[in-house]
């Protein structure tokens, strides 16, 4: 069994800042990339940002380039997305995923999902 864990979210002001984070837990032997997702009302689910767990090589969706950074953390099984100057189009429900190695092998887990909303 693996568990990823998300944290963080919430209400902010347009141009504010809030910091998620992600724990994976459980059956995880390693980790090949962790990523945030994003996921507005009547819209599909949206890459955000990804990170590589050994050379640490970032992507980011054009929309949050210069204003969202990804990073890991010191055990490479958390990941936290800075988001700063947000807007109201950030608004969605965000979720973590993991690209990992576990029983019976390599798979792809999803975190349950964190609300931000972006409002005055």
């Known amino acids: 069994q693996v568990q990823l864990v998300e944290s963080g979210g919430g209400l902010v002001q347009p141009g504010g800042s809030l910091r998620l984070s992600c724990a994976a837990s459980?059956?995880?032997?390693?980790?090949?990339?962790m990523g945030w997702f994003r996921q507005a009302p009547g819209k599909e689910r949206e890459l955000v940002a990804t990170?590589?767990?050994?050379?640490?090589?970032?992507n980011y969706a054009d929309s949050v380039k210069g204003r969202f950074t990804i990073s890991r953390g010191n055990t490479r099984n958390t990941v936290y997305l800075e988001m700063n100057s947000l807007k109201h189009e950030d608004t969605a429900v965000y979720y973590c995923?993991?690209?990992?190695?576990?029983?019976?092998?390599?798979?792809?887990?999803w975190g349950q999902g964190t609300q931000v909303t972006v409002s005055a």
């Open positions: 995923k993991a690209d990992l190695s576990s029983i019976p092998g390599r798979l792809v887990s």
């Open positions: 459980g059956r995880v032997f390693g980790i090949y990339a």
């Open positions: 990170i590589t767990s050994v050379v640490g090589s970032t």
